[in-house]
């Protein structure tokens, strides 16, 4: 399985912002899993994906050719795939990951976490999202959740698109326990009965 993680990209965040990213990173590596993430080296996308790489894990790295340029790119990834643009680079990670966690970030992370919550919400995959509010730092965010569906912006239903967990021990009991749905190719008889 391949997780994809959303966080920030800067250095200056506090400590437990990056412990959980550590955290993230150690997880992934300790299942026998791959991380798939924005491909820098800096603030908690590099803390994920050198604790995946010191606890023997694999990391598969997406960044745009603009961004590698300015010395961000982890040239230490396992797979290091260059994009033209970050709609490509967005792509590619949803389709190579098979369950999305988002950590602390800014308004790169906000954009990806929206963004494949929409796509979810519509159909184009079923991958499980886990939003992981260390120290109520989404708290805000949440807040605004609640106002969309309390006006009847978004239907009540929908709040199931994004598992919200308070650590990243919660984001691993449920990926531990997560089977993925069979995809409509292999269904058989009995599943459709």
Not at 8 to 18: G, I
Not at 179 to 191: C, E, K, Q, V
């Amino acid at each position: 399985m391949n997780i994809c993680v959303y966080c920030a990209s800067s250095d200056l965040v506090p400590e437990p912002y990056k412990a959980a990213a550590r955290a993230v990173g150690a997880g992934i590596a300790q299942r026998g899993w791959g991380l798939v993430y924005g491909g820098g080296s800096v603030g908690l996308m590099g803390a994920v994906a050198r604790q995946v790489h010191a606890e023997g894990g694999s990391v598969i790295g997406i960044i745009p050719q603009a961004l590698l340029d300015r010395e961000v790119g982890y040239i230490d990834a396992d797979e290091l795939v260059v994009t033209l643009t970050m709609r490509e680079r967005k792509r590619i990670m949803d389709e190579r990951s098979d369950a999305f966690v988002t950590l602390p970030g800014g308004f790169g992370t906000l954009e990806e976490l929206l963004e494949i919550t929409t796509l979810r919400q519509l159909a184009y995959h079923d991958k499980p999202i886990f939003l992981v509010n260390v120290d109520g730092f989404y708290d805000p965010l949440l807040a605004m959740f609640d106002q969309i569906f309390a006006q009847s912006f978004a239907h009540e239903r929908h709040r199931r698109l994004v598992t919200v967990v308070r650590s990243v021990d919660e984001v691993f009991a449920a990926l531990d326990a997560y089977t993925p749905p069979l995809p409509p190719d292999a269904a058989t008889a009995s599943d459709l009965a």
